[in-house]
């Protein structure tokens, strides 16, 4: 079940909450009892190989079009 970031108006806390994604939208109140609270667009980190904008290095035995042999 995903896991959605809330923050409340009233005293500034932000929490988290565990629920269906059917029940994504629905109000959720916080942990101090106040039920003005907004949900938070959440950041996915998304990692790749190798350093940032260096070219991937090429697979061990070859590729390309011919098996990498000839060095394509």
Known sequence: MPRYEYRCRACGATFEMTR?????AAPAACPQGHDDTV?????????????????????????GCCGGACGC
Do not use: I, N
């Open 20 to 24: 269906p994604m059917r029940e994504a």
């Open 39 to 63: 949900k938070l667009l959440s950041t996915v980190a998304v990692t790749g190989r190798g350093a940032a904008g260096a070219p991937a290095a090429p697979a061990a035995g070859g590729g």
